[in-house]
């Protein structure tokens, strides 16, 4: 434990020590490492970005990839800090091949010779985290083994434990700090990490994407070769071809470069708005383009998420956005979005307005897509609000897509290419299907509240009839619960409203069994749902206003 501990110390000394000297006394001041700083010492003359990003290359591979993340962070840091942060290299010396040995024989149990019909010991690549070695498997199939670094999991661990104590002193004592989520962007950071030091993580990823685009003969994914994987080795099919952005053997190779760009584009439109599962990091190293003009995708270890409430959310953004509605758009950012202080609305609704007048009149073809989102996240980082996870990583890979398209393809625009399912993704939200999701969701919430309600006010008039007016409750308990029924309260009218268009659908359930007899069911209880709630919502109304008069 002592040497744990030392360790730790050690490693507060010399990050003190890296930004002592790269002139970054503001962040040791911030995050309290003061007291670690050493004496003064020669310093670095830079921009303050250039000193940031020299100062975590020179700390390694934990801080190497925070800076990289930032780098996609346009909603929390300016543009001149992205642009350094950019710059970061995921580069790491090469692991002696005697060691690479020792790994295989402590994963796979036995020498790479012997478990491999072949086995490349110089890497094909080597990276902060691990290298990838060229090998053969029995059967004949060339395949890339990814081999961890010795310990990096023990020391990532030790940084990781490191920022997150750093990051909640900085939210202490520095109130930009925690306006913009400093503690959840690094405990983000660290989750994510943590899931790409376990190879098997993005062996199940590239399986999900090699289900979903199973029988499209315009992608492909590897196959992953469970017998010869474990948490520290990952075995693949090798994808070979052309890297998407080496122009001139393309070109020799007689390859479509814009049908390249149709097929990545409609990959991209299915992850995102089918699967609901994207790669996050379509950079062109992950890219290879085969003969056929076919696209080898690799590199699963950051995946990027997108279920139905989110769905929502965007189509409800693209919806304002193409209606120049800026109290919409605003609500819309608000649902994507988190922040740490009050949000000033106003504000916010002014900066929209100007962002809008930018736009009005262009169709989303005419629009410069990277741009477009540039700005956007201007508007959010003024207004200190922070996108959710997902919709960084699917902007970080739509701005990637726009760079590749622009590169294949000079005359391609990513807004006119994704019109059509933005289009599609916004109209959905009004579909019968999803009309009716969102009603069986309401009423199934509303029955939940009313069964629960009565209970609940049941128990605090006990209380107040054994105490008499010498009652004790906190606000806070009943919060979850108020808010609870505004929710459902506003629902109800929902429902109300809809109640004729729901009566119809029952009688056409009834008249017509064999088409819509799976509807019953659920019609039925949206009806008893919604009539109870909006019995108890009446009932607590009526409660709240006895008890003010």
Known sequence: MAAAVGTRLERYREIA?????????????ATGLDRFEPAAQEQTRA??????????????????????????????????????????????????????????????????????????LKPLASASIGQAHLATLHDGTEVVVKVQRPDI??????????LHTLAVRASRQWKLAADYNITGITDEFARTLREELDYTHEGRNAETF?????GDDTIQIPRVFWDTSTTRVLTLERITGIKVDDLVALDAAGIDRRGIVVHAVDAIAQMVFVDGVFHADPHPGNLFVEASGRIGLIDFGMVGQIDDTLRGQLADLFMALSRHDPDRMASALMALSSSKSSIDQESLRADLVGFIDIYRGKGLGEVDTAALINKLLAVLRHNRLQLQPSIVMLLRMLLMV???????????????????YAT??????????????????????AAELGIELPDKIRKVFDVIDRNGIEVHLRASELDPLVARVERVGNRV?????????????????????????????????IGLGASGALSAYIALTSMRRRRQN
Do not use: C
Not at 20 to 28: D, K, N
Not at 210 to 214: D, E
Not at 425 to 442: C, E, G, V, Y
């Open 493 to 525: 009218v929902a429902g109300v409203i809809a109640a004729a268009f729901i009566r119809g659908i029952g009688e056409l359930a009834v008249s017509d069994r064999k088409r819509f007899g799976h509807w019953s069911g659920p019609l039925m209880g």
């Open 17 to 29: 020590s890296v930004l002592s000297r790269h002139g970054l006394s503001f962040i040791i001041g």
């Open 153 to 162: 999991a023990t020391n990532i661990a030790i940084d990781l434990e490191i």
């Open 47 to 120: 921009s303050n970005p250039e000193n940031l990003r020299r100062a975590l290359e020179e700390l390694g591979p934990t801080f190497v990839k925070l800076g990289q993340v930032l780098s996609t962070r346009s909603d929390v840091l300016p543009p001149a800090y992205l642009t350094e942060l950019a710059k970061l290299q995921d580069r790491a010396p090469v692991v002696p091949a005697a060691v690479i040995k020792r790994l295989i024989v402590e994963e796979l149990g036995d020498q790479p010779d012997k478990v491999f019909a072949s086995f490349q």
């Open 402 to 420: 726009e760079g590749m398209g622009v590169l294949l393809d000079p005359t391609f625009n990513l807004g006119d290419a994704l019109k059509p």
């Open 424 to 445: 599609k993704l916004a109209l959905s939200k009004f579909s019968p299907a999803a009309i009716a999701r969102r009603l069986a969701a309401a009423g199934l919430e």
């Open 210 to 214: 090699a289900a979903n685009f199973a």
